[in-house]
């Protein structure tokens, strides 16, 4: 019988929907609350922007030092694994230019793309960060950060700067297999050329988790066996907006 590690022990290890994973999540929670509270203050919308972009700005931060973190951790540490072909790191660039910009287009892209990219590294996290020490870099920067881009996209909305719609979810939708489509070229080039043979973005080539595993099981071919996704995507999305 495993013995039950306490919180507080050193061994103690996050798992989806354990403890450790609702800390953060209610962290993340948290973090939006307090967000919202001090933006609805402001009256105007540009001294709101200037608050998203500010956050925006730590969660680069946060993304690059956890990213560096992992050239002491990671053995097979790849320069070309940190190009932005990730959902989360093109919503972290994106949402520093939808606060410069104001525009609509890219804020319905962090609100929607980002705030889903970064729900899925929650629930279906990579081999790597599964199971993962609660007290190391390695979970404080993978959680951390994906917390953080979720109250930055979603502060668009809580903020009143955009309030996105079905139609936004929709072509949005259509947008993310296009961004998968790239990123499994990008992955085809790198492993043909020898840049980086393992590159895996969007688990385009080889499934990392229990859940796309299935959806392979079932459509056994690269790239389009993310298909499944889509629908559960447009109802998180769905979920999302009526909730807001």
């Known amino acids: 019988m495993k013995q039950k590690v306490s919180f507080f022990s050193k061994e103690f290890r996050i798992s989806v929907f354990g403890a450790g994973w609702w800390f953060y999540v209610l962290l993340t929670a948290l973090g939006l609350l307090v967000l919202t509270v001090i933006g609805n203050k402001m009256p105007d ?8 972009l500010i956050m925006s700005i730590i969660e680069l931060i946060v993304l690059r030092l956890y990213k560096f973190s992992l050239k002491g951790i990671r053995s097979n540490y790849n320069y070309f694994n940190e190009l932005p072909c990730y959902l989360c790191n093109q919503s972290t660039l994106l949402c520093i230019i939808a606060a410069l910009t104001n525009d609509q287009h890219l804020m319905a892209f962090c609100i929607i793309i980002g705030t889903f990219g970064a729900i899925l590294a929650f629930v279906m996290p990579d081999s790597y960060n599964k199971d993962q020490l609660f007290y190391s870099k390695q979970a404080v920067g993978f959680y951390g950060y994906h917390g953080l881009l979720i109250a930055t996209c979603l502060s668009f909305y809580a903020l009143k700067v955009y309030i996105p719609n ?37 688990f385009t080539y080889d499934p990392d988790n229990v859940i796309l595993k299935k959806f392979y099981s079932l459509i056994p071919i690269k790239l389009l066996y993310l298909l499944p996704i889509m629908p559960i995507f447009g109802l998180i999305s769905f979920v999302i907006l009526l909730i807001m």
């Open 166 to 202: 079905l139609k936004d979810a929709f072509w949005n939708m259509f947008l993310i297999f296009l961004l998968a489509t790239v990123a499994h070229v990008v992955n085809y080039v790198l492993r043909r050329t020898g840049l980086n043979p393992e590159a895996n973005y969007v």
């Open 45 to 52: 919308a540009k001294d709101r922007l200037r608050l998203i």
